[in-house]
């Protein structure tokens, strides 16, 4: 029996399946590829994310979805490239628990 060692090609993704995926719009995806969140590659004038760049998608909406500001979606990000996958989601974690905080007790002012 022969193992086949070879990854598998990753995934490609289209403007359109990402924004259907997360319920974004073509201009915010533009957006973040202006702010230096997400690096798509280009195929004639159609632009291809990858798996990565989903990955990022993600945490950009999540971030969003709680008020981060891009500035601080940027830093978690970058964290990845810097120091890798464990610094990020530590400093994720703290970034989001401290925005948690904050809703909460706007929420109890309300």
Do not use: H, W
Request: net charge positive; glycine share 4%; hydrophobic share 40%.
């Amino acid at each position: 029996m022969q193992l086949n060692l070879r990854r598998p090609p990753y995934r490609t993704y289209s403007i359109s399946q990402l924004c259907r995926e997360f319920g974004a719009t073509p201009r915010a995806l533009r957006f973040y590829e202006e702010q230096g969140l997400l690096f798509p590659a280009r195929r004639d004038t159609a632009r291809v994310y990858s798996y990565k760049d989903r990955a990022r998608l993600r945490l950009i909406m999540n971030g969003r979805r709680v008020g981060l500001s891009i500035a601080e979606i940027r830093d978690i990000l970058d964290l990845y490239d810097e120091e890798g996958e464990i610094a990020q989601n530590a400093e994720a974690l703290k970034i989001f628990r401290r925005r948690i905080a904050a809703l909460e007790a706007q929420r109890q002012e309300v």
